[in-house]
Structure formats: C-alpha cells, structure tokens
C-alpha cells in the first residue's frame, strides 16, 4: 500500500509522515536528498536550466515510484511526484523560467510516465493558511526557508488547491491543520487517524 503526505512547506508534512509511519508500523520514504548536478547552474542563470532541474527530479521522483511499486511494504511517502509537476514545475512555468515548449514537452514525458505506475492508495493533504506556514517555518528556522516571500508562499498555496481540486486523479483526505496541533495533541492527531481509518479500512471512528 502506498500513501502520500501532500502540502506546502512548514504544513507539518515530515512530521505527520513519521508519526503515522510510527503509528500503523509502515515504512516512511522521503525525498532523496542526492544532489542534484543541475542546482549551482540552476541558481546562476535559472531560465536557461529550470527544464534542466525539473526534468532531473522529475527522474529521480519517478525512480522513486518504481521503487515504492516493487515494494512488499506499506509505504507513506513524504511529498508525491505530483506535487513536483502540478505544484512546483508548474510555478517555475509561471514565473517565466520554463518556456511553453520546453513546459509541453516536461508534461509529455510525466504523462507517459504515469503509464507505468499507479496512483496512491490515499494522498493526505495538509491544507494550511500562509501565516501557518510562516509561523512554522520560522519556527523550525532553517537558514535557507527564512528569506521565502510571503507571495512565493501564496503562489504555492494556490496551486496546491488547484491541484488538489482540478488536476489529482486520486483519492485525497484533506486535513485543515490551522487549529491542529496534531504533533502534541493526542486528540489533533486521532483525528486524523480516525479519517485514515474510515478511508482506508471502512472503520468507523470513535467520538
């Protein structure tokens, strides 16, 4: 089985991840953090290598599902190939970094891709409000994340609803995680538990 954890940065998606991957015995996967050969070019002239970037982790992510495919264990994924392409490749499209060709061409091979493996079991989606996101990642204070402008964040946001609304063909849970404080509360993360029960089980939850 396969699950995925969807959201913008700071909505809580590495934590929720282990606790559930702790909670029903499956295994966490996440983003591989090799690096990619593409990131320095990228950064000194982003429009002449954001198809160059994009494609090398659209590789590496649909690697990633083949693994997950051959698997005999329950896996819950941190961040989907998906949101690679509908979230960020999409922005970077937007932004005026990736050109209609090169953008056309991007989604062609995703889609041919997609011919070859299986939508998740349940994608999560943590849906969280810009100052939530803001809070939390100032919160966790990883140098690189302090400079994100709030639009960056916002374009995100907007394109994670429209992906999760229009573009995803498979089956979403969404948790509002505003009021959650599902990484201390008991309650905030049976919650959750309870919806993935009744999701993925038929079980009903318990008041």
Known sequence: MHIVV???????????TN??????????QFEAVDYNPYL????????????NLEVYFLKQRFRDLLEIAQSDNDIIQDRSIFEG???????????GNLSERDF??????????MTAVRYPKLMIYLR?????????????????EQAIQ?????????????????KYKG?????????????????????????????LFGLFSQE
């Open 6 to 16: 969807a959201g913008n940065m700071g909505s809580g998606k590495t934590t929720l």
């Open 19 to 28: 606790m559930l991957a702790s909670h029903y015995g499956w295994t966490p």
């Open 40 to 51: 320095d070019d990228y950064y000194g002239d982003i429009p002449r290598w954001a198809f």
């Open 85 to 95: 392409v509908y979230v960020f490749a999409a922005n970077n499209y937007a932004m």
């Open 104 to 113: 056309e061409t991007y989604m062609e091979l995703f889609e041919s891709m």
């Open 128 to 144: 969280a409000s810009v100052p939530h996101l803001v809070q939390n990642i100032q919160k966790r204070g990883r140098d690189y």
């Open 150 to 166: 709030l639009e960056y964040l916002t374009n995100l946001n907007n394109r994670y609803e429209d992906f999760i609304l229009n």
């Open 171 to 199: 089956e979403v849970l969404i948790v509002e995680v505003d009021e959650l404080d599902f990484e201390h509360n008991p309650r905030d993360f049976a919650s959750i538990t309870d919806r993935i029960d009744v999701n």
